[in-house]
């Protein structure tokens, strides 16, 4: 789980820090390994009275299921996209503002 700051708009290009998680389901040795990325944005709420410590809550941007485990979240360079480990690949992606998360470039790596 990260905090980045990533591109919310393709035309604006303006930016958020939003919280990124990455997940991993791995259900026996002989089912493949699944996993998913979450985009969330922490935003504000009216809080319940007495509790002013639930004044916020995560509001999901953007979820994709992905084939295997995403073991690292990260941001890559000044563009505001999003790279995740999965498996022996590296992904990056770059978020949609229909709440998608679209591929821009992967690298195979090699694991000796």
Do not use: N
Request: charged share 25%.
């Amino acid at each position: 789980m990260r905090t980045l700051d990533l591109e919310v708009s393709e035309k604006t290009h303006a930016r958020k820090q939003l919280v990124a998680v990455g997940t991993a389901l791995i259900r026996g040795e002989d089912l493949p390994t699944k996993g998913a990325i979450y985009v969330f944005d922490v935003i504000d709420v009216v809080p319940e009275p007495g509790k002013p410590e639930t004044g916020k809550k995560l509001k999901l941007v953007a979820k994709e299921e992905v084939k295997g485990a995403v073991t690292a979240v990260s941001g890559i360079g000044t563009q505001g996209l999003l790279i995740i480990a999965q498996g022996q690949k590296l992904m990056g992606r770059g978020l949609k503002e229909d709440g998608s998360l679209l591929p821009v470039a992967f690298l195979d790596v090699q694991c000796t």
